[in-house]
């Protein structure tokens, strides 16, 4: 529990000069620095834990107030970590490692050092871990930034993504309207050739009408001769088909000068010669789509 409250949970190290918010969180104060460094002073931020927010002061994260006991804790962590520091070495059981080889990268104890690595450069190893402990920060700090950085473009990308498919999905209704346009023109094509096939069936339909009727009028008066003439010969007398047959035979003269035949119905040859459909296979009758890499410089994308 105690390594728990002398833990910086930025850095996930000892405190180092534990400044305490508001809320009674408490931080290193180079990771409040590093943390808040596009803030400043007067700005109102939140808790990296809680999320609380409270204002920076004046002059800066250092403004804070000191976290007296968690230091405390630290002191007495600090204190106890100096008296069981020793560790045994391994070759030697009654020796304690005191000495770090930086040659060979290991700690050992004065007889390893004497025997394998008196002329390798060595340091106590309090000191070298003091140097490494600073690196490890250094390390976890960058790293921190970095995760910072990374959640800030999380969202950042997420509404490029949101405006990329906006887009999208406006390219495609330009697409269909302009589709709908062209439809709208064959369509209109295609409605007045109907049309002019209408046209013509009903001018052929007109001229078709007026032979027939000209061949019933002729067949009602030639039927009407006929049939007068008939009764005249089976049921006239004599003075009877003398009075008519003058008028009779000059009428037949008309009926048979009159070539009723002459006027003939003549449909017209209504053909379609199609458009040349294969050909606008190769034609860009809609347009097209293009696409631009918007990326910034130093910028890469996975593939």
């Excluded at 070298?128 to 800030?152: G, N, Y």
């Excluded at 007026?210 to 006929?226: D, G, I, N, R």
Aim: negative net charge.
């Amino acid at each position: 529990m105690t390594t728990d409250l002398t833990t910086c949970s930025i850095c996930l190290e000892m405190f180092d000069n534990p400044k305490s918010l508001p809320c009674l969180h408490a931080f290193c104060l180079k990771c409040l620095e590093g943390y808040f460094n596009d803030k400043h002073p007067g700005d109102e931020v939140p808790c990296p834990l809680c999320k609380r927010e409270f204002q920076i002061p004046p002059d800066g994260p250092g403004g804070l107030q000191h976290h007296f006991i968690v230091q405390r804790l630290v002191d007495v962590r600090k204190a106890s970590i100096e008296e069981t520091v020793g560790v045994w070495c391994n070759k030697h059981k009654d020796e304690r490692v005191k000495l770090y080889c930086c040659d060979c990268d290991e700690n050992t104890c004065v007889v390893c050092y004497a025997v394998n690595h008196k002329h390798h450069e060595s340091a106590e190893i309090p000191t070298v871990a003091r140097t490494f402990s600073q690196q490890i920060r250094s390390d976890v700090q960058q790293v921190w930034s970095l995760i910072h950085d990374v959640k800030e473009n999380i969202p950042i990308n997420k509404e490029k993504r949101n405006e990329f498919l906006r887009q999208a999905d406006r390219v495609k209704s330009e697409i269909t309207a302009v589709g709908n346009q062209i439809k709208e023109i064959v369509d209109n094509q295609v409605a007045m050739q109907l049309n002019e096939v209408e046209m013509i069936k009903s001018e052929d339909e007109q001229e078709a009408e007026t032979v027939e009727e000209h061949y019933q009028l002729a067949l009602v008066e030639m039927e009407s001769f006929h049939r007068y003439s008939h009764e005249l010969l089976d049921k006239g007398r004599p003075s009877d088909i003398t009075g008519a047959a003058s008028e009779l035979h000059k009428r037949a003269t008309e009926l048979l000068d009159n070539d009723v035949t002459s006027v003939q119905y003549c449909p017209r040859h209504v053909t379609f010669t199609p458009a040349d459909v294969t050909q606008l296979k190769h034609l860009n009758l809609i347009g097209e789509v293009n696409v631009e890499d918007e990326t910034q410089p130093g910028t890469s994308y996975f593939t």
